[in-house]
């Protein structure tokens, strides 16, 4: 086969390779053929981290007054990380049964038999009460600009989580500029409590604020108090009834912004951090008992 030969069928096959590239590309965006990918499966807790519930193992009607019967107890585990739970049971036999403590660990269940007595006459409801302690935080980076710089200073997301109680900053802005002499700016601490549950004697164990960088705040019923890098404890003993009111906890928190130099123009080493520590409890179904 001449040299020429050889030269054209080569070019032919280029030519039908580009093609068949084209036809696959033209099937692929027009959504008739899809190429093999790999999918990452995420796996998101609970907003309550435990789940309780009641349940029976044998018979609870037409007991005969003061028969013994059985009940169970599942705890299982929604969270992301392993809690200490304590649960109680209540509401049949006329004393409280014993206090039970279990570790759950996330994705795993426990599950208690639990005796009671069956009332003299009537019927009665049995139910479980369980309870945790947990911790919810919320990190608002701020970025305080000078009043003269027209640029784009960067921007770092705030981060915090989510249940059972969610804290947040009211009012909060990531950016602020501040003008020569020092800004004030009121912010409100937010944790509305989720439900099915409640905080346990509706308050928290502890309120923790620390705020890094140029800027101090000023706390309710308290002088002012100049925070650099380290923590500002609040419990309700300090500020009693400030800390849980209406179902909603709000915590006025006011910062003095210091003026910016004029190099770089803006600051980013200001950081509010909050974190609330408490007992979170909730209740399982009612499981009725009757006598017949």
């Known amino acids: 086969m001449s040299k020429k030969a050889q030269g054209g069928s080569g070019m032919l096959g280029l ?6 590239i084209v036809i696959i590309a033209y099937l692929y965006f ?44 599942n705890i299982v585990g929604n969270g992301v990380a392993p809690l200490n739970v304590s649960i109680i049971g209540y509401g049949c036999g006329g ?12 994705g795993s269940s426990y599950s208690s038999s639990w005796t009671f007595s069956a009332p003299t006459a009537g019927s009665c409801d049995v139910q479980f009460l369980s309870c ?8 608002y980076p701020i970025t305080v600009e000078n009043n003269t710089f027209t640029g784009t200073p960067p921007i770092t997301l705030p981060s915090y989580s989510t249940a059972p109680v969610s804290v947040s900053l009211s009012g909060f802005n990531s950016i602020v500029t501040a003008p020569p002499s020092p800004l004030n700016r009121t912010l409100y601490i937010q ?7 409640y905080l ?28 650099v890098d380290r923590n500002v404890n609040i419990t309700n003993s300090t500020y009693p009834g400030i800390l849980y009111v209406s179902g909603v906890f709000q915590f006025p928190l006011e910062l003095t912004f210091s003026p910016v130099p004029q190099s770089p123009g803006f600051t980013t080493d200001t950081d509010v951090n909050v974190s609330v ?10 499981l009725p008992v009757s006598v017949s």
Do not use: H, M
């Open 15 to 20: 030519v039908a390779i580009v093609i068949v």
């Open 30 to 73: 027009a959504g008739y053929i899809s190429l093999p990918s790999t999918t990452t499966t995420t796996t998101t807790a609970s907003a309550v981290p435990i789940n309780v519930s009641a349940s029976s193992s044998a018979q609870v009607s037409n007991l005969y007054p003061s028969q013994s019967f059985s009940v169970i107890a």
């Open 132 to 139: 945790f302690n947990d911790i919810s935080y919320a990190n």
């Open 191 to 197: 944790a509305p409590v989720l439900s099915p549950g």
């Open 95 to 106: 004393t409280t049964q014993p206090t039970k403590y279990v570790e759950v660990y996330p």
């Open 277 to 286: 520590g408490y007992r979170y409890c909730l209740t399982s179904n009612l």
């Open 200 to 227: 346990n004697n509706n308050v928290f164990n502890w309120l923790n604020i620390a705020v890094a960088g140029k800027a101090f705040t000023e706390l309710p019923n308290a002088a002012t108090l100049s925070i």
